[in-house]
Every structure is written in structure tokens, then in C-alpha cells.
């Protein structure tokens, strides 16, 4: 039988966007604001909410240091020819030179760092509007969710780090808590949703599961929501142990 990894309890950290503190900083080498919604052990960002300002444009000769993904909020984001507007997504490959990466009129986007990428040959992903892509229900211990719609915008071929965007219906309701083995990150787009009576989330808020961690002890939405999350190696669920979990 293989052995359970030491699990913790109650680490997962929920907060609003709104409660962050705005900070210069920079992206594909060019000046931005943001607000970091996670930062790794060394202090640099994982994740973070970019603002643009109108007209920003990338420098046009950066090496991209680490695999980058982008998120549109809101605004629009032109990368190549390509446009992006409000759920436009983009993968720039660790080791590149970065396309032509502009906006005119300014956007907010989730920008999602992984500086351990080693370079790579593979090409960037661009997708202008993450609808395109066709849904499909999960099925998650042998459950079919009805209601949901899973769209994976993109999977590291080599760690299976995966970001994905998530419907979830009104009404829905979790069985009970799990953890995963790999840090996962969601940010709520629109609606609302809480993994128990103590992270409440909204538009804007944001929820982070450390790895072996226990969480979603009574997860449920009232309306439904949008989500997008995001893990950093080959996601997992798998039911806690009978011991953390509630009595009936």
C-alpha cells in the first residue's frame, strides 16, 4: 500500500483583489501595476493581477525568463497579429523572445509565472477568446458533474501543470474535503463560491491551496461562478481521511 504524504490542515489562504496592495513592477520588460496575489519562498511572484496602462508595450527584445501565461480581465491585449480581448489567454515559452506584445487601450490581466521553466523550443499559445475552445463535464470519482463546463487552456507537456477555466452551476455542491499534491491556485471571475463558512468568495476573490493540504470542508455557490485555476504540476483529488472529515 503506498503511504499517505504528511497532510496539513486549514492552510488554504483566501483573499480579495481589492485588499491587495497596488506596486510598481514589470512585465516582458516594460513598466506595470500589479497586485501579487501569491509569491513563492524566494519572494518572487507566481501570480499576480497586471494592469496595463493605455498604449504600454512590451520591450520588443526581452528573453522570457520563465513560462508566462496571461489572462485577459478586462481591455484588450495585442500579441503577434493576434487580438485579445475580455477571456483571451496567451503561453509564452520560457527561453523565447517575446512577440510583439502591446495595448492601446490598456487591459487587466492574471499574469502566472513559472520561473523554474527550463528554456524551450516549443511555440507560444494565443487564444483570443477561451469560448472557442469546446467544453467538456468533468467526471470526478466516478461523478459526472452536470452543469459544468471544464475548458483546459494549456498543459506543460513535461511537469502537466495545467490552467484551466471552470463553470460551475448554481446550486452545486461539494462531498467533502480533499487535497491535491500540487499547489493549485483559482481566481473568481464572476459569481460566487466558498470552499467553507470562512472564504467566502466574489468577483475578484482569490483562493490558494497549498499542496497536501486539506480544504473544501463544505465548498458550494448560491448562483454558480467562473473560475480560473491554475496548478503547478499533474492535479490530483483525492478524498481526506475519514478522521478530518465532518460527522453527519
Known sequence: MQAVPQLAIDTSVCVHRDDLPEQSGTLLGAAVSLRVLRRLDDGSARSAIVTLSP??????????????????????????????????????????????????????????????????????????????????TPIIDGRLLDGFERRVLWIDPETKADTRFLRVPAGFRGAGPNWHPVQEEIFCLDGDIQPDDTRPMRAGSFLWNPARSIHGFDEHTVGGCLLLEWHDGDWALTPAPDAVRPSA
Not at 88 to 115: Q, R, Y
Request: proline share 9%.
Open 55 to 136: 498604449q504600454w508595450r512590451a520591450e520588443s527584445d526581452v528573453i522570457i525568463s520563465g513560462t508566462t501565461q496571461l489572462f485577459v480581465l478586462d481591455g484588450a491585449l495585442q500579441i503577434g497579429d493576434q487580438q485579445l480581448g475580455e477571456a483571451g489567454f496567451a503561453m509564452l515559452p520560457a527561453g523565447t523572445t517575446a512577440l510583439p506584445v502591446s495595448s492601446d487601450v490598456g487591459a487587466t490581466l492574471i499574469a502566472i509565472f513559472d520561473l523554474r521553466s527550463a528554456p524551450t523550443d516549443r511555440p507560444p499559445v494565443v487564444i483570443e477568446d477561451v469560448y472557442t475552445i469546446p467544453p467538456f
